[in-house]
């Protein structure tokens, strides 16, 4: 008898007596909190960001160095708030209206993040995430990367994966 002549009845009858064992298929997936510089699109994970600010007034620390914009109090808590943009080598703007302040931690530190604006908070599958290429200098204006992790697209939009507990040991060294 060919399947084609089979009754619904008959074929799950046929499956149903099968003893192949059933094969969970669900992918582990890593939430990324997605933002823009400008025209470039980085993420942090998100297990690595506390909260989303976005109108906390930043006092100026004088002296200190122009990626450490100064600081902020959320809900009695003293925090830093550092501008990524000075951190990856990107000219200084204006504090946009669509700014935010991600509140990060790390194994080194913790701090604000200022970013030019948040785009999206995903789940993205890890078959999705692709090492950063050797040549990842373009995005970043020729800083070193060693803070890229992966590179994921959304749409048309390539968006760099990074390292927050890297970024925060580099920024502490100096390095950046």
């Known amino acids: 008898m060919s399947e084609q002549s089979l009754s619904l009845d008959q074929v799950l009858a046929l499956k149903h007596g099968s003893t192949?064992?059933?094969?969970?298929?669900?992918?582990?997936?890593?939430?990324?909190?997605?933002?823009?510089?400008?025209?470039?699109?980085?993420?942090?994970?998100?297990?690595?960001?506390?909260?989303?600010?976005?109108?906390?007034?930043?006092?100026?620390?004088?002296?200190?160095?122009?990626?450490?914009?100064?600081?902020?109090n959320v809900r009695g808590d003293i925090e830093s708030v550092v501008?990524?943009?000075?951190?990856?080598?990107?000219?200084?703007?204006?504090?946009?209206?669509?700014s935010r302040i991600l509140l990060g931690h790390g194994k080194s530190m913790r701090s604000g993040i200022r970013v030019d604006r948040v785009e999206?908070?995903?789940?993205?599958?890890?078959?999705?995430?692709?090492?950063?290429?050797?040549t990842i200098a373009a995005p970043f204006k020729g800083i070193v990367t060693g803070i890229v992790t992966g590179i994921v697209t959304q749409g048309t939009q390539t968006i760099s994966v990074l390292d927050m507990d890297a970024l925060f040991e580099d920024y502490r060294a100096g390095l950046r």
Not at 26 to 52: N, P
Request: negative net charge; charged residues 20%; hydrophobic residues 45%.
């Open 83 to 98: 501008h990524l943009r000075a951190v990856l080598g990107y000219p200084l703007a204006s504090t946009l209206l669509s």
């Open 20 to 72: 192949g064992e059933v094969v969970n298929v669900d992918e582990e997936v890593t939430k990324l909190v997605v933002f823009s510089l400008g025209e470039d699109w980085f993420a942090f994970r998100g297990d690595m960001v506390k909260e989303i600010l976005i109108d906390n007034e930043v006092f100026f620390l004088p002296g200190c160095p122009a990626s450490l914009e100064g600081v902020i």
């Open 120 to 134: 999206d908070v995903l789940d993205v599958p890890q078959s999705r995430f692709q090492p950063p290429p050797h």
